[in-house]
């Protein structure tokens, strides 16, 4: 096998395979492009990062394609913002490739030195990053369970307005008016974690919603729009830099596209509280089993001294925690879903008998 | 009789022109401030909805019923006046309530900002840039509360029939000058607008019963009436507790017969006339126990509404082959003709498709609508949660070519206003079920798929050779047909999963 490409078994297939099924089931569930689950499981699996995340933008790519059209036929894309925000996300794409390209290359090219370099910093935008989004999450649950309300707050959007900074740009679909310069901005962060560590999305939606006032459905809407420009772009420049191993793209989408529908049928069915519950803590699992592999990266560069044989206690623990963390998220989402399932056809027998009331008394 | 609604800013002077109206034309005249006072007293918190409304926040499920309560309530009490003797209402969102009844004389009261501010500062003692701070937070939250309870855009001009200034005109002639206007036929009640108008104010009264019985007071039912018949229907989630509704509604004033639906969503048949027989129903009914929805009948009885009122009138005297002919002003004793009036007795097959419906337990009301496609739209309750629309055989007194291309436009425009998906009644199959036809493209995509597949894996090392392959030729290609061949095996293999998912009913 080429430098960088993994061995392929059976197990490790199947490995792939349940990882795509995980994030899946999370990214049907979350409307999230489930990548934070899936990079730092191939990671743990042995693909070196750079790649993992090339090979994971592929797979967002083809997978955006299908949820865009989706969310097109129900008028919950605004093209116009995607676009926008698509000029300077192309930029921030193509930095991220840049930064990681340089710092995968004095490790001795694919997978040589184990790219300590790039793992240590995709580990480290992915904890800083995921920690911030995790815990903004639980702020609004433990909220919005003390006051009843559950909103994302205006505040921003308000002050913005207020700035009116020109030239300001109508949005017809998602009827906002936002400064071009704020969209540009937006749009290049989001493509920088994009390319960076796959998770564009935790920034754009967020963006959108919270900076430009965007409902939420059209914010799920456009950014999966966006993804499928970003990604077609992420994936030409690390196809390009050979950074994409298309094997793994495939066993992706074997698990994900049938774990996308059961995620999906489980938020009509899951209340919201216990949606954005389950999330939350999945992430904030996924940050801490990253955290853990970091020390491996600092021994590798030398920042930090002790026995290598503690490297597979660490790579242990963040594997099993991660793994344990998207299975038991998968396990309460699917039982939600399978408890839905066969119970609505339970309840449906019970509704037939006595619904009608003939005659009433009329006062 | 009828209803007039004055939909007034902060200090616009829309009060004084409803109450000197009401003194003319003999009507009570209602405020929104006695209204809400009425609905606090009922026991609904119209203060903290107006809180979570003015704090920029989304309601939580209690709230969000009690939105329902307060609706239902202002909308009985509308419907109650316009019953009894005509009234005139005043308040921020009074032409919003009844969007069903075309009768009801719309009219927006504004003046210039500056005058506002003016009287704002004089009556509040506030300083001018308070008073105009005040005035747009006001106007905003009239928006916000608007799009909240009836999920529209009260300053659309569409949904007004006039809007006066009192900058250019004064309270008392914009008075007389609507006293006049008050008195043309399209405005006057028919017996078609009456029956709305009970059909309305029965279901408001059945949502009030629900909401005020403690035992359901937290249920999120929506309530449709056609005469004495009341369809509810409710969330899975509350089904236990839904139990009593039948039981409560007996109180309710000319209720005969209640059905009862549990549904997560709504698909709603759009047709001319019903068949209880053909082989939509059945199929209509396998998707709506699939998606756990309830089917609402919309008949919809086309006419050429889509023109202006005074072209229907000019169109009086050439009209003599029209389906519906309607009078003009002069001739017609200030009454317009019934257009529904045509249709009595003739339920278009409703109440057998109605029945069937019942005994599946997915009733979901029914409603007829006599009108152009927008009075289709307008007669719709757009905070009702509806997954899918089903567009059957209407326009049925055009020709063939006529009655497809109207069907076609009726189909994007109603996509267009509720952003769901339509389809004709054709198509259901395709789309949703499974029949022969799904099992051959599944068993074509799944060849594909397992090409595709056992290409790149028995080739595992000449294919991750290839991606790495050095030379700028190889590298544009391997990008070429790495962004060629991924969305082919997502599209192939997410084609497959979605049948195979429908397959087992996983939808």
């Known amino acids: 096998m080429p430098p960088g490409f993994i061995d392929l078994d059976l197990l490790t297939a199947a490995q792939i395979v349940l990882l795509g099924f995980i994030g899946g089931v999370l990214s049907g569930f979350i409307g999230s492009g489930g990548a934070f689950f899936m990079t730092p499981g191939m990671m743990n699996l042995g693909v070196a990062g750079p790649f993992a995340v090339g090979t994971n933008i592929t797979h967002k790519f083809g997978k955006a394609i299908i949820g865009s059209k989706k969310h097109g036929e129900l008028g919950h894309v605004d093209k116009k913002l995607a676009i926008f925000m698509l000029l300077t996300a192309a930029i921030g794409i193509r930095l991220a490739v840049w930064i990681m390209g340089k710092l995968f290359e004095p490790a001795g090219g694919h997978g040589g030195g184990h790219g300590a370099g790039a793992n240590l910093y995709i580990s480290t935008v992915f904890v800083v990053v995921l920690a911030v989004v995790s815990a903004t999450m639980l702020r609004d649950i433990i909220r919005s369970s003390k006051t009843a309300d559950a909103k994302p707050s205006r505040k921003i959007v308000e002050l913005l307005t207020r700035l009116r900074l020109p030239p300001v740009i109508h949005f017809p679909v998602a009827d906002v008016r936002v400064s071009l310069w704020i969209v540009l901005i937006c749009g290049l962060a989001t493509g920088y974690l994009a390319g960076t560590i796959g998770v564009g999305g935790f920034i754009g939606v967020p963006a959108m919603i919270y900076i430009f006032g965007v409902p939420a459905q059209v914010a799920a809407g456009s950014e999966l729009f966006l993804a499928v420009f970003m990604g077609a772009f992420g994936a030409m420049n690390y196809g390009f830099e050979g950074l994409v191993d298309i094997r793994l793209v495939l066993l992706l989408y074997c698990g994900s596209l049938v774990g996308v529908h059961i995620g999906a049928y489980g938020t009509k069915v899951v209340k919201e509280v216990i949606i954005r519950l389950v999330t939350a803590c999945i992430i904030a699992l996924c940050v801490l089993s990253r955290a853990i592999a970091i020390p491996v990266y600092l021994r590798q560069l030398g920042y930090l001294q002790y026995n290598p044989a503690y490297d597979e206690y660490f790579n242990a623990a963040s594997k099993g925690l991660l793994y344990a963390s998207g299975i038991t998220g998968m396990f309460i989402i699917l039982f939600f879903v399978f408890k839905a399932y066969f119970q609505r056809r339970r309840v449906r027998a019970s509704v037939v008998t006595g619904v009608r009331k003939t005659p009433a008394t009329a006062s | ?507």
């Open chain 2, 1 to 507: 009789m009828q209803l007039i609604c004055i939909s007034r800013g902060t200090y616009a002077g829309g009060k004084e022109l409803a109450e000197k109206l009401a003194v003319k034309l003999g009507y009570a005249c209602l405020s929104r401030e006695e209204v809400t006072d009425a609905a606090a007293r009922a026991g609904i918190p119209v203060g903290r909805l107006e809180m979570s409304i003015v704090r920029h926040r989304p309601l939580n499920e209690q709230l969000a019923v009690d939105k329902e309560r307060f609706a239902a309530f202002i909308t009985a009490r509308l419907a109650e006046g316009a019953l009894e003797g005509g009234m005139v209402y005043h308040g921020r969102t009074g032409h919003l309530v009844l969007p069903t009844i075309d009768n009801v004389l719309r009219i927006r009261a504004i003046q210039d900002a500056e005058t506002r501010i003016n009287r704002t500062m004089v009556r509040l003692g506030l300083s001018r840039e308070k008073a105009r701070k005040y005035i747009n937070e006001v106007d905003e939250d009239r928006s916000r509360w608007a799009r909240m309870v009836y999920n529209v855009d009260c300053e659309d001009p569409s949904l007004y029939d006039m809007v006066v200034n009192f900058d250019h005109m004064s309270v008392d002639n914009t008075a007389v000058a609507l006293v006049s206007l008050a008195g043309l036929p399209e405005f006057q009640q028919t017996p078609a607008s009456r029956r709305e108008l009970k059909n309305l104010m029965c279901a408001a009264q059945c949502r009030l019963a629900i909401g005020d019985d403690p035992r359901t007071r937290h249920i999120d039912a929506k309530v449709k009436a056609e005469g004495s018949k009341i369809t509810v229907t409710y969330p899975p989630r509350h089904q236990s507790a839904a139990a009593p509704i039948p039981e409560i509604l007996t109180s309710v004033r000319d209720v005969s017969e209640v059905t009862c639906t549990m549904a997560a969503t709504n698909i709603l048949w759009v047709q001319e006339r019903y068949n209880a027989e053909g082989t939509t129903l059945p199929e209509l009914l396998e998707i709506a126990e699939k998606w756990n929805a309830a089917v609402t009948l919309v008949r919809l009885i086309a006419t050429d509404e889509a023109e202006p009122a005074t072209d229907k009138a000019a169109r009086k005297g050439e009209g003599a082959d029209d389906a519906f002919p309607l009078s003009s002003t002069e001739d017609d004793g200030g009454i317009l003709d019934d257009e529904e009036a045509e249709e009595a007795g003739d339920d278009g097959g409703m109440d057998a498709t109605m029945d069937l419906l019942i005994r599946h337990g997915r009733a979901g009301g029914r409603t007829t609508v006599t009108g152009s496609p927008q009075a289709l739209i307008r007669s719709l309750d757009r905070t009702l949660q509806v997954s899918l629309v089903v567009i059957g055989d209407v326009f049925l007194s055009r020709s063939d070519s006529l009655r497809k291309r109207q069907t076609r436009e009726l189909t994007a425009y109603v996509g267009e206003s509720l952003r769901v998906p339509v389809i004709a009644t054709e198509e259901l199959k395709a789309q949703y079920l499974f029949g022969a036809s799904q099992w051959l493209k599944l068993a074509g995509l799944l060849c594909m798929t397992g090409l595709m597949f056992g290409l790149v894996m028995t080739h595992q090392e000449q294919a991750t050779t290839f991606m790495m392959k050095e030379g700028l030729h190889h590298r544009v290609l391997s990008v070429v047909l790495l962004v060629l061949f991924v969305p082919t095996f997502a599209y192939f293999w997410g084609q497959s999963a979605s049948y195979l998912l429908r397959l087992v009913k996983f939808e």
